[in-house]
């Protein structure tokens, strides 16, 4: 079965970086696209970045210019680097995969951003 762990969240202050992993077992990284998405308190799940098996990124408009996605398909990971952090980046991370038209979820992993 496919599962997907994500880790690296935390507590930092505004300004601050954190870089998140996504661990992938019962997949392949190096053939699927994988995305980041994040959902803040009282709000809906947003697409947050996406890396495709090509190595193409892309972002929320959001995040342009703070955040990286990344892969290592040796290890079977991707990476989110999260730089100048704002206290509105506060959400749960989610990485997510499609298999054969089915999405697979982490569990996500907790990010506060404090002012």
């Known amino acids: 079965q496919v599962q997907l762990v994500e880790s690296g969240g935390g507590l930092v202050q505004a300004g601050g970086s954190l870089r998140l992993s996504c661990a992938g077992s019962?997949?392949?990284?190096?053939?699927?696209?994988i995305n980041w998405y994040r959902q803040p308190p009282g709000k809906q799940r947003e697409l947050v970045a996406t890396?495709?098996?090509?190595?193409?990124?892309n972002y929320a408009d959001s995040v342009k210019g703070r955040f990286t996605i990344s892969r290592d398909n040796a290890k079977n990971l991707v990476y989110l680097q999260m730089n100048s952090l704002k206290p509105e980046d506060t959400a749960v991370y989610y990485c997510?995969?499609?298999?054969?038209?089915?999405?697979?979820w982490g569990q996500g992993t907790q990010v506060t951003v404090s002012s």
């Open positions: 997510n995969a499609r298999v054969y038209e089915r999405p697979y």
């Open positions: 019962g997949i392949r990284f190096s053939i699927r696209a």
């Open positions: 890396i495709t098996s090509g190595g193409t990124t």
